[in-house]
Every structure is written in structure tokens, then in C-alpha cells.
């Protein structure tokens, strides 16, 4: 299957190089040189150039990047022109490439045909036209240049790209290679062919090229009497084609004579660099056939199958087959016993954890509440006993020093810390001193329920 259509899908090169040698292996080419402007700006001729076959490589050398569009002998060329209903431009590609599987011989390789929509459309706007190309023979050029990208087109899908957008007939007549290639688009006419003739007949050539528009316009229904064909054949020579390119390139001045040299090559890379013709897929042709990669495992058996390989890959599958159990075992193993040490340093971590828990909590419980101990205090303490200082040990151990007005009430407040339970055993009096009926005195204690609700 070929890929027909593609370049017109791809992105417009920068600068696209025409080449076009009107012979099979002729000693020189016409080069034109075309690098590719904004929208709605013309393109520039950077280079028109005729070169020898052996410097061609020296001059594609300088544009760096540039894709190549070479134009196939005109005598090796055939054209049809068909038509097809207007619709999506994607359906209207689709139709255009299966129609062109059947217009041509199958001796013709895929890679070979070009085909694409013409821009003009005909009268009544329900029909587009295309051209079909093909590129016969068996001879295949070898590259201008390494890693330089080439396509091909044919002569007339040059000069259709010259046309542009413009409508009426082509007829080119090279007579150095006995070939006439004529496209007849207008009203009834729809036709293209392209006629290879003896050129050393008596007969004169422009009479040749006359005779090629008649009997193509009969294969329309339309007849044509000599002065009719002689007419469009003698109105499409180069002087009336410069005309077609008023406002599209800039660089150079083109004329009748710069075109009879340059035209073509011209018109092969304007096929690229003007993407609003959508044409580019007349260039979608290659000398040689593309290389089909073969899938993965075709390509290993091919391989495989070699020499002394099966021997080889037999031993090595055999030594496969007895080691890979021994490895994956191991492997097994130590993925286990990584997670072993893993599990280890996690118990630990978590022993570890429970140990630091263990000691807060020990340290929340064990930790004197000092604001409800002083309130506690506070509270046994009746009317007349006046607290001075309590100090608390790191051992638990709890001094409070007081004075009360009289015994009476110094030993009321003993009985009420007895009473609330927060101390261990009895509070001990350490200090008693009367002096001025006024008590002062000194009592000890260890804590033991520090955090045991008091009853008022």
C-alpha cells in the first residue's frame, strides 16, 4: 500500500530544492532553489542554477536541511485526469487513491503513483478534478546526495504547480525527448495524457503537439478542428506562462527565457512550499520501492537460523534451562531475607516505641498536678491558718510551712490533710512555735494519690 497523500499531512519545509534533468542520465540539471515564506507572502527564488551531475552533491550541500523534489524523465511519465463528487477533503483524498490503483498498469509500482485534487473545480461546483501520475521504467537514479530527503513528481504536476489556482489547458511539448504532455480542464474537456512521438518525422512538432490536444479533447466528446487544437496548443508556451506565477514568487525576474529553463524545476518546488495549492501529494513518489521493516520475531528467526547459531542458541537455551531455576531460588531468597531484616529493624523500631510510650505515660502519672495539690491545700486549710510557703521534692516529698492563730486551728488543718487522702500514712509535724498566741509550723509529707479528687 502506498502513502499517497502523506507530504500534504507533513510540515512545509523551509527551503525545498527543484531538480529537474530532461533526459534519463543527462550530464547537466536545471536546480532552483525556493525557500518558503509567511502566509500570504511570495516565495523567494534563493538559487537558479543549470550544474553538471558531479557537482550537484557540492551545491545541495549549502542548504542544509532542504528537501529535494526531483521531476522524472517527461517520456517516462503517464497522466490521467479524472473527477470526483465534492466532499470532506479527507474523503475526497480517500477516493482519489483508490481510483488511482485502477488507473494505472499493474506493472506499476505503488511507489510510482502520485495522485491529487486539482485546485480549480469545475462550473458547477459539484465536482473536483485530480490528476493521476505515474512514473514507468525500471531504471532507478541513485541519490543526488546522502542523507539529503528526495521525492519525485512528474513534468505536468510541475506545471500544475506553476498553474496554481489558475484554470485553463497545459500542453508542454519537449522535443529533445520526442514526449507531449497535455491537460485539457475546461467546461467538457476533462482530460490528460501524456504521447511519446518519433521527433525526426517529417511531420513538424508543433503539428505533433496540435494533433495530441485533438485526439485527447475526442476522448471528452468534444471535437476540435486543426486551428481550435493549434490554437491551445501554440497559447501554452513559456511567455504565457509567467503569467501564472504574477504575485507568487519574488528573487528573480522570470520571463519566457528564464522559464524555459527553470520552469519545471521551479514547479516542483513550489508543489512544497505553496501547502494552499494542496497539491503536494503529486510528489509523493520515490526511485526506490520502501523498505518494509519486518516484524521483531520474523527478523530474530531469520537470524537465528544462520550458520552455526542454532548450535550456539541451543547450548545457551540448555544452560538456561538448568541455571534459571538455581537463580530464581536464589533471587527468592534474597528478597526474603531482605525482608527479614527488614521485619527485625521494624520490631525493634516498634519495641523501641513502646518503651518511650511506657515512660510518658509513667511520667503523666507520676507527675504532681501542682495546681490542684496548692488548691487541695488550700482547701484544708480553715479560716485563721495562713499557708507561707510549699515546696515540693523531686522525691514526692512535700513541706508546707503556715502559721495559724491558735493551736486549735493549726491542728484542724492537720486532721483535714489526713483527711484528704493525698499523702502517705499521717502528716508530720516538724516545727511547732507559739509566739504572741499566733501558732507557727512546719509540716511534712510524702505524696501518694496526688491526682484523688478532694471532697470540699
Not at 545541495?60 to 479524472?82: M, N
Not at 538455581?326 to 531475607?337: E, P, T
Not at 498536678?369 to 496548692?374: A, Q, R
Not at 515546696?391 to 483527711?419: C, E, P, W, Y
Request: charged share 20%; net charge neutral.
Amino acid at each position: 500500500m502506498s502513502n499517497r497523500g502523506s507530504n500534504s499531512r507533513k510540515q512545509r519545509p523551509d527551503v525545498v530544492v527543484g531538480v529537474y534533468e530532461s533526459a534519463v542520465n543527462a550530464v547537466e540539471m536545471h536546480v532552483v532553489v525556493v525557500r518558503s515564506a509567511g502566509p500570504g507572502q511570495a516565495a523567494r527564488v534563493v538559487l537558479a542554477k543549470t550544474v553538471t551531475r558531479s557537482l550537484i552533491a557540492q551545491e545541495l550541500g549549502t542548504f542544509k536541511g532542504a528537501v529535494v523534489v526531483r521531476v522524472a524523465p517527461l517520456e517516462r511519465t503517464i497522466a490521467r485526469l479524472g473527477v470526483v463528487p465534492v466532499a470532506s477533503s479527507a474523503e475526497m483524498q480517500t477516493a482519489v487513491n483508490l481510483m488511482a490503483e485502477a488507473e494505472f498498469p499493474a506493472n506499476v509500482p505503488a511507489h510510482r503513483i502520485a495522485a491529487a485534487m486539482l485546485p480549480a473545480s469545475d462550473a458547477n461546483g459539484q465536482t473536483r478534478a485530480a490528476l493521476f501520475t505515474a512514473w514507468i521504467g525500471k531504471e532507478a537514479p541513485s541519490a543526488l546526495r546522502e542523507g539529503v530527503t528526495e521525492q519525485w513528481t512528474t513534468p505536468l504536476g510541475a506545471l500544475v504547480a506553476l498553474r496554481g489556482k489558475k484554470s485553463g489547458h497545459i500542453v508542454h511539448a519537449d522535443k529533445r525527448v520526442g514526449a507531449v504532455a497535455v491537460l485539457l480542464q475546461q467546461d467538457a474537456m476533462q482530460a490528460a495524457r501524456v504521447v511519446v512521438d518519433d521527433p525526426t518525422d517529417d511531420v513538424a512538432w508543433e503539428h505533433v503537439a496540435a494533433q495530441c490536444v485533438q485526439e485527447l479533447a475526442a476522448t471528452s466528446g468534444v471535437e476540435l478542428d486543426d486551428t481550435a487544437a493549434a490554437a491551445i496548443a501554440n497559447d501554452n508556451d513559456w511567455a504565457s506562462r509567467a503569467e501564472w506565477l504574477h504575485g507568487r514568487v519574488t528573487g528573480t525576474l522570470i520571463d519566457q527565457a528564464w522559464l524555459s529553463k527553470y520552469g519545471i524545476a521551479l514547479g516542483a518546488a513550489i508543489m512544497l512550499v505553496e501547502d494552499s495549492l494542496g497539491i503536494t501529494a503529486l510528489c509523493d513518489m520515490t526511485a526506490h520501492a520502501p523498505k518494509v521493516r519486518k516484524p521483531g520475531l520474523v527478523r530474530f528467526g531469520e537470524w537465528i537460523s544462520q550458520g552455526s547459531r542454532p548450535i550456539v542458541v541451543g547450548a545457551a537455551a540448555l544452560a538456561l534451562l538448568v541455571g534459571v531455576p538455581f537463580g530464581l531460588s536464589y533471587a527468592r531468597y534474597q528478597s526474603l531475607q531482605s525482608r527479614r531484616d527488614g521485619l527485625e529493624s521494624i520490631n525493634k523500631s516498634a519495641g523501641d516505641i513502646k518503651l518511650k510510650a511506657a515512660m510518658f505515660k509513667q511520667l503523666e502519672t507520676s507527675r504532681a498536678p501542682m495546681t490542684k495539690l496548692l488548691s487541695d491545700i488550700a482547701g484544708a486549710a480553715p479560716v485563721g491558718v495562713e499557708i507561707i510557703e510549699t515546696r515540693l521534692a523531686v522525691d514526692q516529698d512535700i513541706t508546707i510551712r503556715g502559721k495559724a492563730t491558735s493551736a486549735d486551728l493549726h491542728r484542724q488543718f492537720v486532721r483535714n490533710l489526713n483527711a484528704s487522702k493525698l499523702f502517705a500514712g499521717n502528716v508530720k509535724e516538724t516545727r511547732t512555735e507559739s509566739k504572741d498566741s499566733v501558732t507557727e509550723f512546719e509540716v511534712s509529707a510524702k505524696l501518694d494519690n496526688p491526682h484523688l479528687p478532694v471532697k470540699a
